[in-house]
């Protein structure tokens, strides 16, 4: 029986259709598929939040959202915020306010933090907490995203808490933040705050093999035999490696 079939839905306005296993993941849809790669891989088990998407206006997190659920659905990802080379709020407050470090995990922060300003445009601390609950990050500390998130919403982050950001009266305007004392943001943190960049995992090449390692079912064991043939026979397969 064939599992394989086509479905169909919206990602960032553009209609797409992909073939699609039973157990393919929303995840390898978009960066397997569609190579939308600002989408990152961080666990495959959706503990990290690093995959998090925005479907039908609920954030999921893609590794664990089998991918024939969006079918006839509407997709966000981190590709889809800035319109026509302006970024979203949620974006300008990331790299203003300093949210942006190694930039692993900022494509799921800002669509985390997008489905809450859409269900509450004024979320508390508590909020911003409950909805980035499953969103790890390893540099920031997490005080400067709830600082950008609270900023995007139009509201300033309590004294004694978050730093408000600094201002300079009088150099808004010039190259950016000509001023002795004045925090610049990373050189980066454009291309990470709308998913351009590239880490190694998001480079492409045509024709590219992958391996996949096939691990024992028993910790403890000798190894008699090790037969082959099936997964020689699997369509697809170039190789089979062994000891």
């Given at each position: ?26 995840l390898q849809v978009l960066r397997d598929e569609l190579h939308l790669t600002g989408t990152k891989n961080g666990c495959g088990q959706g503990q990290c939040g690093a995959c998090t998407v925005i479907v039908d206006g609920k954030a999921v997190r893609s ?99 978050v730093r408000p950001p600094t201002a300079v009266p009088g150099v808004a305007d010039l190259v950016p933040r000509l001023a002795v004392g004045h925090p610049l943001p990373r050189p980066d943190a454009r291309a990470k705050a709308t998913g351009e960049a ?46």
């Open positions: 029986m064939n599992d394989r079939q086509i479905i169909g839905f919206h990602v960032n306005g553009d209609f797409r259709e992909v073939e699609v296993g039973r157990k393919t993941t929303l590794c664990v959202y089998l991918a024939h659920r969006a079918n006839g659905k509407r997709v966000e990802t981190i590709e889809g915020l800035a319109r026509a080379g302006k970024l979203h709020p949620l974006q300008e407050a990331f790299i203003e306010h300093g949210a942006i470090q190694c930039g692993f995990c900022t494509p799921g922060m800002i669509m985390a933090a997008k489905a809450l300003l859409a269900a509450k445009p004024k979320p508390t601390r508590e909020d911003i907490y409950q909805a980035l609950d499953r969103n790890l990050c390893r540099c920031t500390g997490y005080a400067k995203i709830i600082e950008a998130i609270l900023a995007a919403s139009g509201q300033r982050p309590e004294v004694g808490k590239v880490f190694a995992a998001d480079l492409y090449f045509e024709g590219t093999l992958h391996g996949k390692v096939l691990r024992s079912h028993y910790p403890h064991a000798r190894v008699l035999q090790v037969d082959t043939s099936k997964a020689k026979a699997l369509p697809g397969v170039v190789a089979v490696l062994t000891a």
